[in-house]
């Protein structure tokens, strides 16, 4: 067993979880952290883009 401890709402407490079961919850939250990471980097992306064709069409509006 591990103990582990945690703060929240409702204040902080503490809980003995098995080994394994502590594993699987740092893998989620692993997992969970890396797809975060990818949707920022994603919305960043698209953000970039929009920004670019927006510049393009400010420019070709005043070539006209």
Do not use: Y
């Not at 591990?2 to 080994?19: N, W």
């Not at 079961?21 to 919305?43: K, V």
């Amino acid at each position: 067993m591990i103990e582990v401890a945690s703060v929240g709402p409702k204040g902080a407490s503490r809980t003995d979880l098995p080994g394994s079961l502590l594993l699987m919850a740092l893998g989620a939250s692993g997992a969970a952290s890396r797809f975060i990471d990818r949707a920022r980097r994603g919305a960043a992306i698209a953000v970039r883009f929009a920004v670019e064709a927006l510049l393009d069409a400010a420019i070709t509006d005043k070539t006209k």
